[in-house]
């Protein structure tokens, strides 16, 4: 079964010097039918303005990954942690027993484009613990595995039974990701215009796969996809 999240449907808040549009409901939009996928919580599409951003502000008992799209993002952390992370770079924070940060686009003249994730961990009260991983060089024409349970092939190592892949398509670029029973997809075009199992998705749009043998993508454009399988 395949059942589609179109872009324009998602919530949306535009606070001046940050444009969101929430895949899943987060703060002041709020929608039983969207609470999340399996244990993915968050998609945020954030649009960040020149020198704007998040204070330090707390988390606890979340997985959260940031990929970045455009601009650049400065981050800092209550465990010492700070960096500037620019479009293809992963950063990831285990948010355990707690830490707070802070995030910001440390520009003067462009904006930052991310998506921010969330998933729910397999276990509460973990150590907090700081990741990245850069996908800038990623070969275009297949799947790179991005974040594991154990970490496998120089993933990011996190607490949960998700893999996360980026596909970064050329036009007519195509990739299958083949599901074992029981497990289940989200597909998010991050950039591009795609065609998932038959399906067109362009870029925002996303889509949920259970019961399904496999995801097939094929890329009317040049692309960039998000693949969760989930357990």
Partial sequence: MLTLRKANDRGHANH???????????????????????????????????????????????????????????????MGNGSVIRPGDFQYMSAGTGVTHSEFNPSDRDATHLLQIWIKPDRPGVTPRYGEKAMHDAATGRLHLVASPSGRDGSIAIHQDVELFLARLGRGDAVTHALAPKRHAWIHVA??????????????????????????LSAKSAAQVLLFDLH
Avoid at 33 to 60: Q, T, Y
Wanted: glycine share 12%.
């Fill in 16 to 78: 001046g010097w940050l444009d969101s549009h929430f895949t899943f409901s987060f703060a002041d939009y709020h929608d039983p039918r969207h609470m999340g996928f399996r244990s993915l919580r968050v998609i945020n599409d954030d649009r960040i303005a020149p020198g704007g951003g998040f204070g330090m502000h707390p988390h606890r008992d979340m997985e959260i990954i940031s990929y970045v799209l455009a601009g650049a993002l400065e981050h800092k952390d209550s």
């Fill in 191 to 216: 950039e591009g215009e795609v065609d998932l199992n038959g399906e067109t998705l362009a870029a925002g749009d996303a889509a949920a796969l259970s019961e399904e043998r496999e995801a097939r």
